[in-house]
């Protein structure tokens, strides 16, 4: 077995987690057969759910990663203030994870693909 960090394996569930639902809303599958024969409609909340799961993830990968970069950073910046520059830039590379799952999210609500 391999180790990953906290951060990957939440990403890796994310990611996951998007794949797998978007197999499930595909044309054809259990849910568009109950439609075809009048069954209960479950995709709305079914996307509801995965749009929350796919923005909770973000937040909670972005959160994950930035605690140990804030901590190193700061002790970075108390030794030397005039890293403070790259420091922020480390620090703010992970809100691209919440930035994400909050697209995929609005993608899956929205209905775009």
Known sequence: MFALSKTSRVTLGVLGGAILLFAFM???NVFGAEEATGGTDLTKPILSLAAAIAIAGGL???GNAQQGIGAAGMGIIA???EKFGQVLFFFVIPETLWIIGFVLGII???GIL
């Open 60 to 62: 909670i990968g972005t």
């Open 26 to 28: 595909s044309p054809g």
């Open 108 to 110: 899956l609500l929205l």
């Open 79 to 81: 030794e030397k203030p």
